[in-house]
């Protein structure tokens, strides 16, 4: 029900923008968002946008990150910028609906050189 995309690898300090859309059966979303996962690690949040366009973004990527959403198309964006190796994880997107939470498949992102 989400897709997302956009995924890669990049060279340290590159740039990267995920996308992610929500199929037309979830609607009235909420809060739309990020986590990432990285490797022998647990899960944890990037950010998130509200159907308002407030934004929350974890330490570590405050600076480097914004997050935008296209209400009218229900996608939620992640543009990274000057990512390091330790951006390397597999970023889900989320989107929540009277409470509930529905995620994207994953996409990949590595930082190596």
């Known amino acids: 029900q989400l897709q997302a995309s956009g995924g890669g690898s990049v060279q340290p300090g590159g740039s990267l923008r995920l996308s992610c859309a929500a199929s037309?059966?979830?609607?009235?979303?909420?809060?739309m968002g990020w986590y990432r996962q990285a490797p022998g690690k647990q899960r944890e949040l990037v950010g998130t946008?509200?159907?308002?366009?407030?934004?929350k973004y974890t330490d570590s990527m405050k600076g480097r990150s914004t997050i935008s959403r296209d209400n009218a198309q229900d996608t939620v964006y992640l543009q990274m910028n000057s990512l390091k190796s330790e951006d390397t994880a597999v970023y889900y997107c989320?989107?929540?609906?009277?409470?509930?939470?529905?995620w994207g498949q994953g996409t990949l992102v590595t930082v190596s050189s």
């Open positions: 989320y989107a929540v609906r009277a409470g509930a939470y529905y």
């Open positions: 037309s059966t979830i609607f009235s979303i909420n809060d």
């Open positions: 946008i509200t159907s308002g366009g407030i934004t």
